[in-house]
């Protein structure tokens, strides 16, 4: 069994900063691209930052220049620094990757469960 667990969400107050991190398990032998979502009550998940797996990125208008993506293969994890953080920046922030599955042996689009990021004084 494949799977992405997050961690780093939590309560921060607006200009705070906070680092979500994205770690795979499983038997996998390798990571396409990377990406965090967000959704908040009532709306659709919406891509905040997405890189491939030769390190492009590209970010949604809204948090361009606040937030960084990054990921390390080798630990087969992944990151997403955010910065300068205001009120409509709360969401449930989601990872997803395609994870090569040995057991399959195909890519799987897979999904963490997400985690709660507040920001709020």
């Known amino acids: 069994q494949v799977q992405l667990v997050e961690s780093g969400g939590g309560l921060v107050q607006p200009g705070g900063s906070l680092r979500l991190s994205c770690a795979a398990s499983?038997?996998?032998?390798?990571?396409?691209?990377m990406g965090w979502y967000r959704q908040t009550p009532g709306k659709q998940r919406e891509l905040v930052a997405a890189?491939?797996?030769?390190?492009?990125?590209n970010y949604a208008d809204s948090v361009k220049g606040r937030f960084t993506i990054s990921r390390d293969d080798a630990k087969n994890a992944g990151y997403l620094q955010m910065d300068s953080l205001k009120p409509e920046d709360t969401a449930v922030y989601y990872c997803?990757?395609?994870?090569?599955?040995?057991?399959?042996?195909?890519?799987?689009?897979?999904w963490g469960q997400g985690t709660q990021v507040t920001v709020s004084s």
């Open positions: 997803n990757a395609g994870l090569f599955s040995l057991y399959n042996k195909r890519y799987l689009n897979v």
């Open positions: 499983g038997s996998i032998s390798s990571i396409n691209a």
């Open positions: 890189i491939t797996s030769d390190g492009r990125t």
